[in-house]
């Protein structure tokens, strides 16, 4: 059981959006910067979003974070089959003394 | 360009111990912590610590903070991860990643890039 709850999959048709969510707490996601990651199959976790809302350079305004209170939300839009991918949210909990992240969301392109 | 790679695949015997190394590339390495997160086959991912490449100072996670040691080498720009008393379910692809920024007032905790994973198979 995670400590950041995110839906086991989602799936959209291409050119469409989705959204995922990762719901924390405040000992968590209320209080400290949120980060996304993209898994392709077989391949290393790649950082998306950074500080809530950041993307690194190469990232495509396509792909967007936003968070409010103990919730983010990572949103694609214009899905590709190759968006085709495990998505990570993760963020320090100051309870737990360490980083979390979330079971991960399976994103299916229909 | 910023890279990481890490040392090949491992097997391993349940109560031994490994060392998987993370050789960091492209940027200064002491400006940066290096974390290490493993995923278990089929499995999520887990934080297992960091280490700052500034100034050694380390952060484990609780459930394993009594059988890893996380270390650097600023000479040659390496990290690395020792797991002890290894276990079936140490069973894991192991990833280094850079992040945090050191040494900084708030720690903000993204990871990019990681390594390209170790595989560390506990078996009898």
Do not use: H
């Amino acid at each position: 059981q995670s400590v950041l709850t995110q839906p086991p999959s989602v799936s959209a048709a291409p050119r469409q959006k989705v959204t995922i969510s990762c719901s924390g707490s405040s000992s968590n996601i209320g209080n400290n910067y949120v980060s996304w990651y993209q898994q392709l199959p077989g391949t290393a976790p790649k950082l998306l979003i950074f500080d809530n809302d950041k993307r690194p350079s190469g990232i495509p305004d396509r792909i967007s974070g936003s968070k409010s209170g103990t919730s983010a939300t990572l949103g694609i839009t214009g899905v590709q089959t190759g968006d085709e991918a495990d998505y990570y949210c993760g963020t320090w909990d100051s309870s737990l003394r360490g980083v979390v992240f979330g079971g991960g969301t399976k994103l299916t392109v229909l | 360009q910023v890279q990481l790679v890490q040392s090949g695949a491992e097997m391993k015997k349940p109560g031994a111990s490994v060392k998987v190394s993370c050789k960091a590339s492209g940027y200064t390495f002491t400006s940066y912590g290096i974390t290490w997160v493993r995923q278990a086959p089929g499995q999520g991912l887990e934080w297992m610590g960091w280490i700052s490449a500034y100034n050694g100072n380390t952060n484990y996670a609780q459930n394993i903070q009594d059988r890893v040691t996380m270390t650097t080498d600023t000479s040659t720009s390496k990290a690395y991860m020792e797991l002890r008393n290894l276990r079936s379910d140490d069973t894991a692809v192991y990833y280094c990643a850079r992040g945090p920024v050191v040494p900084a007032s708030i720690l903000r905790y993204w990871f990019d890039p990681w390594g390209q994973g170790t595989l560390v198979t506990v078996s009898s």
